[in-house]
């Protein structure tokens, strides 16, 4: 199953955002903590409303933790960053891939850059920063998902 990693998320209506996209396209969510806001139960049910139900979340203590869940299970890490080597859609995704992105603030640090087998980014005009992160995570999953044979989101 495709993932989608939350690193730190600053924002929570962003983070329901992506949460929502999940649960509507049958990916997992991994959210990398310490979160900029309470990722309680009552608080994500607060940004990710009714859909929640529907999404698979695990959460991680830190990326160190993360980190070693995703070696033990094989799983590749895609970094989606601005600082990105390679176009999302020239990309070939894997159905076992985790798609991290960011926190809104300030992205993630070298140390997780490091630590991706990948790296993403979503072209954009020059002299701009970036994409809302909920977008970018949009984007990219769908693109993902139509490269994936069988994938849920597809099956309509």
């Known amino acids: 199953m495709l993932r989608l990693a939350l690193y730190q998320p600053d924002i929570p209506q962003n983070t329901g955002t992506m949460l929502r996209m999940a649960a509507c396209l ?35 203590r830190s990326f160190a ?14 970094l989606a960053t601005t600082a990105g080597a390679r176009p999302y859609t020239t990309f070939a995704f894997r159905p076992d891939d985790c798609v991290m992105v960011g926190r809104e603030s300030a992205g993630v640090p070298e140390a997780v ?32 998902l139509r490269q994936i044979p069988g994938s849920v989101a597809l099956e309509v």
């Open 113 to 144: 850059h490091a630590a991706a087998d990948a790296r993403i980014v979503v072209p954009i005009r020059p002299g701009l920063r970036s994409l809302n992160v909920a977008v970018a995570a949009a984007m990219i999953a769908s693109e993902a």
């Open 26 to 60: 049958g990916l997992a969510v991994e959210i990398i903590e310490p979160a900029g806001f309470d990722v309680s139960d009552r608080h994500l049910r607060r940004s990710g409303l009714d859909y929640l139900d529907h999404v698979a979340i695990t959460r991680h």
């Open 65 to 78: 933790a993360f980190t070693a869940w995703r070696i033990e299970a094989g799983i590749r890490l895609v």
